[in-house]
């Protein structure tokens, strides 16, 4: 019987399970949630708030929809993004049960203001 090769994913999924967390802890540092408190905004109109880089803003914002963080509506550039249920209970600072805080101990600015 032959061994099967060597397999790297492991590696790869330990070495990159940060990647969430640096999203979630870069989004509540720059405001996205409390932005989206006040209402669903367009992703361009969403970056100019937050003051965000043109080049990478719409990833991130979809980086943050694909982890469950922001809910979407549409594609492209009339998507329209909004926080969760869960973002909007918990990581909206004016919501009562805010617990963004805790977070901001650990900051993780995923991408630099423009």
Known sequence: MTEAPPNPSQILQT??????????????ELGVFETLGQGTLDGEELRARLGLHRRAA??????????????????GAVAQYANTRDTAAFLDPASPTYLGG???????????PA
């Open 58 to 75: 719409a990833d991130f914002f979809d980086a943050l929809v694909a982890l469950g963080f922001l809910a979407r509506t549409g594609d």
């Open 15 to 28: 070495g990159m399970g940060f990647f969430a967390s640096k999203a979630l802890l870069s989004a509540v």
């Open 102 to 112: 805790i977070l901001r101990v650990c900051p993780g600015t995923f991408l630099l």
